[in-house]
Nanobody, 115 residues
């Protein structure tokens, strides 16, 4: 099993920046890809960005050029730097890990962008 604990998030005005981080523990050697999804009440959870063990990144079109994902394998941390935030980025952000045995999720952290 892999455990994921998020930190960061909060409230920011449109155009501002926030950073969310996630620390993985447990069987971290089984993680193939790690990253972030987000969800707005009433909507499906959607991909934001992921990064593979080999460093290949994948971004949702809506965040390309504004968000940057990075991974520190030494301390099992993945960070999402979010710049030029828009009100439509408001959501609960969930840390995600794709492992040998399936998907694991963090508890989520709220990001609110005010207009």
């Amino acid at each position: 099993q892999v455990q994921l604990v998020e930190s960061g998030g909060g409230v920011v005005q449109a155009g501002g920046s926030l950073r969310v981080s996630c620390v993985a523990s447990g069987r971290t050697y089984s993680i193939n890809a790690i990253g972030w999804y987000r969800q707005v009440p009433g909507n499906q959870r959607e991909l934001v960005a992921t990064i593979s063990r080999g460093g290949i990144t994948n971004y949702a079109d809506s965040v390309k050029g504004r968000f940057t994902i990075s991974r520190n394998s030494a301390n099992n941390t993945v960070t999402l730097q979010m710049d030029s935030l828009k009100p439509e980025d408001t959501a609960v952000y969930y840390c995600y890990a794709g492992t040998w045995t399936g998907s694991q999720w963090g508890q989520g952290t709220q990001v609110t962008v005010s207009s």
